[in-house]
């Protein structure tokens, strides 16, 4: 059974940063579709950094050049790092992996911008 669990999120100001790690258990990092999504008030979960199943990432625009995406054999994590933060980028994050054709989620960690 794949678990997994984030972890980093918390209050911070716009222009600060934050790093997100994700905790996989189940299944390796590398083996994988994975990466982090994220879900404000009243909108639809959206993708924000991936890393799709030929090893390639994709990124939401909004977050283009201010996040990236990393995964850590060694300690099994996909992991967040956030730059240059926004309001806007307030939501809950989800870590997320493919893996056997099943969506696999975690419970999310909550990152809060304020101006």
């Known amino acids: 059974q794949v678990r997994l669990v984030e972890s980093g999120g918390g209050l911070v100001q716009a222009g600060g940063s934050l790093r997100l790690s994700c905790a996989v258990s189940?299944?390796?990092?590398?083996?994988?579709?994975l990466g982090w999504y994220r879900q404000a008030p009243g909108k639809q979960r959206e993708l924000v950094a991936v890393f799709t199943s030929d090893g390639s990432t994709n990124f939401t625009d909004s977050v283009k050049g201010r996040f990236t995406v990393s995964r850590d054999r060694r300690r099994n994590t996909v992991d967040l790092q956030m730059n240059s933060l926004k309001t806007e980028d307030t939501a809950r994050y989800y870590c997320?992996?493919?893996?056997?054709?099943?969506?696999?989620w975690g419970r999310g960690t909550q990152v809060t911008v304020n101006s």
């Open positions: 189940g299944t390796a990092v590398t083996l994988n579709a």
């Open positions: 997320n992996v493919v893996r056997w054709g099943t969506n696999f």
